[in-house]
């Protein structure tokens, strides 16, 4: 930028922090451990560079937009064009997969499963989420955080049902899934096969 006395910030304050993976056991070789989990943008405006805060978000869906919307932008923030867009003018298909795999794995009696697959909103689809207990345990070799449950419920319920959906609208998985994983713990999946990293994005 030909202006230098403006600075943009492309990173929203209220966002999850950048993780911060040095050392910070005995031995410690950054004097600034306990700043590097400060975003550049917000660096900048904590230094007083001008800077303009956008309010209008267009990454995810309005009901899904509702809950940070309330908690931490204290309803200010505008839904763009495009985020009312039902599941189907996304991807055909892709509305009826997800029921049938809340209906299969995630309901509790036959007459539920019916119920879901009948009577599901997009909305219902969008917001629907799975309890699944487990035990935090730590990679023999790496150290890394998992929980196995975690793991076999997505590879072996949740996963193939979307390979079948995809396919049958000609379409690439991986253009479609992503896996999020817990900042906290681990940017990494256990499988059967071996080790196997997921990047962390949105």
Wanted: proline share 5%.
């Amino acid at each position: 930028m030909r202006d230098r006395s403006t600075a943009f910030a492309n990173q929203c304050h209220r966002q999850l922090k950048p993780t911060n993976t040095c050392s910070r056991g005995r031995i410690n070789f950054n004097a600034f451990n306990d700043r590097l989990d400060i975003p550049l943008p917000c660096r900048l405006v904590e230094e007083g560079f001008p800077h303009y805060r956008l309010l209008e978000q267009r990454r995810m869906h309005q009901v899904l937009s509702r809950f940070p919307n309330r908690e931490f932008y204290k309803g200010k923030l505008r839904d763009g064009a495009g985020t009312n867009l039902p599941l189907d003018a996304r991807l055909p298909g892709l509305s009826k997969a997800l029921k049938t795999i809340v209906a299969e794995h995630g309901s509790h009696s036959f007459d539920e499963s019916r119920l879901y697959k009948v009577e599901a909103t997009d909305a219902d689809i969008r917001l629907h989420w799975v309890e699944v207990k487990g035990d935090r345990i730590r990679h023999p070799g790496t150290k890394s955080l998992c929980v196995r449950e975690h793991v076999q419920v997505f590879f072996k319920m949740i996963l193939p049902r979307l390979i079948e959906c995809f396919r049958q609208m000609d379409k690439r998985v991986d253009e479609h899934i992503m896996i999020i994983c817990a900042y906290t713990y681990a940017v990494s999946l256990w499988v059967p096969d071996g080790f196997a990293t997921a990047e962390t994005s949105h």
